[in-house]
């Protein structure tokens, strides 16, 4: 999924997802992403979606998580 540039140009540090179903069953689609604050106490947050059944999960960005699709 791509999504918007962050107004400081910086990629983001964790992505958001929709997850539906749990354990094996479990469906994640990523919905946006997101970049901490300067100040440390939050993060800025795009979504492409707003989920109406599920739960939103906020992942930190590695290398597992981009070729899982977020599951770990």
Known sequence: MTTSTHTQGAA????LY???NSGASSS????GAAWPNKDGL????TCAAIPLAGRI???AITDKS???GGQQ
């Not at 994640?28 to 919905?31: A, D, G, H, Q, V």
């Open 57 to 59: 999960v906020m992942r």
């Open 18 to 20: 929709v997850v539906t």
């Open 28 to 31: 994640w689609r990523e919905i």
């Open 12 to 15: 983001p540090t964790h992505r």
């Open 66 to 68: 981009a070729s899982a």
């Open 42 to 45: 939050g993060f800025s947050i």
